[in-house]
């Protein structure tokens, strides 16, 4: 976490839990949020992004980390998600989301980073053209005006 947080241009939200990291992505779902989850053992990244999708409205692009390459055979076929074991991919991946860009070049970086993994790992992941909607943004108005439930 040290690492992604050194190259971050944004705020970075560690948590423990699945439940504790699902309360921030309640609170902020009117945001663009970058996700990013270790797998775990017992799979409980799956399942937290699977609830955070759930929240946000759509199966947004997700970054799954993890040692264990294994984790790839399910990842590549997961909609919207890449994989990764090496800090490089890390880095681009964060990279890619900078506020220097506008929404149709952080796509173009996207998916030229998604086919610089594909080749090092030798795979295809599972992209469709939705993978940066977030039907709840707000660019703009009153925190005031915002519902959380």
Same mark, same amino acid.
């Given at each position: 976490? *040290?690492?992604?947080?050194?190259? @971050?241009?944004?705020? &970075? /939200?560690? =948590?423990e839990t699945t439940n504790e990291a699902l309360e921030i992505v309640k609170r902020k779902k009117y !945001?663009? &949020?970058?996700?990013?989850? !270790?797998?775990?053992?017992?799979?409980?990244?799956?399942?937290?992004?699977?609830?955070?999708?759930?929240?946000?409205? !759509?199966?947004?692009?997700?970054?799954?980390?993890?040692? #264990?390459?294994? +984790?790839?055979?399910?990842?590549?076929?997961? *909609? #919207?998600?890449?994989?990764?074991?090496?800090? #490089? $991919?890390?880095? *681009?991946?964060?990279? =890619?989301?900078?506020?220097?860009?506008?929404? @149709? /070049?952080?796509?173009?970086?996207? &998916?030229?980073?998604?086919?610089?993994?594909?080749? +090092?790992?030798?795979?295809?992941?599972?992209? !469709?053209?939705? $993978?940066?909607?977030?039907?709840?943004?707000?660019?703009?108005?009153? $925190?005031?005006?915002?519902?959380? #439930?």
């Amino acid at each position: 976490m *040290k690492y992604i947080q050194q190259f @971050a241009e944004h705020n &970075i /939200y560690t =948590c423990e839990t699945t439940n504790e990291a699902l309360e921030i992505v309640k609170r902020k779902k009117y !945001n663009k &949020i970058i996700l990013i989850s !270790n797998v775990g053992s017992d799979l409980g990244g799956k399942e937290f992004i699977d609830q955070a999708r759930k929240i946000i409205g !759509n199966d947004v692009i997700t970054l799954f980390l993890a040692y #264990n390459i294994e +984790h790839l055979n399910w990842i590549k076929n997961y *909609k #919207n998600s890449l994989f990764s074991n090496e800090p #490089n $991919f890390y880095e *681009k991946y964060l990279a =890619c989301f900078s506020d220097m860009y506008d929404d @149709a /070049y952080k796509k173009d970086k996207l &998916i030229e980073l998604k086919e610089d993994m594909e080749k +090092h790992y030798k795979v295809n992941f599972n992209f !469709n053209g939705q $993978f940066l909607y977030y039907p709840n943004f707000k660019g703009e108005g009153r $925190f005031s005006d915002l519902t959380f #439930n």
